[in-house]
Nanobody, 123 residues
């Protein structure tokens, strides 16, 4: 099992930036892709970005493409989400998750989740 702990959330004005971090531990972390999802009040959890273990291939939701960047530091067992040009509609709890199998865009393809970190963007 992989343990994931997110950090870096907070309150920011529209147009601002935040960098989320997700620290992973557990002996099954190696060779696992990692992803970020978010859930706003009253809405379903949605895919934000993901990165593979091999080659660092990245995937992004259309709504964040060009504004968010996912990266990982395998030596530190950490994945990052750099969020620029934040909008009020980006307000949500952001979750880090470890990929198991299947499409990176589907939350059901991930089997380990962090506790989430709140991101609030004011207008």
């Amino acid at each position: 099992q992989v343990q994931l702990v997110e950090s870096g959330g907070g309150l920011v004005q529209a147009g601002g930036s935040l960098r989320l971090s997700c620290a992973a531990s557990g002996r099954t972390f190696s060779n696992r892709g990692l992803g970020w999802f978010r859930q706003a009040p009253g809405k379903e959890r949605e895919f934000v970005a993901a990165i593979t273990w091999s080659y660092g291939i990245t995937y992004y939701a259309d709504s964040v493409k060009g504004r968010f960047t996912i990266s990982r530091d395998n030596a530190k067992n950490t994945v990052y989400l750099q969020m620029n040009g934040l909008k009020p509609e980006d307000t949500a709890v952001y979750y880090c998750a470890a990929h198991r199998s299947g499409s990176y865009y589907n939350s059901k393809s991930f089997d380990s989740w962090g506790q989430g970190t709140q991101v609030t963007v004011s207008s």
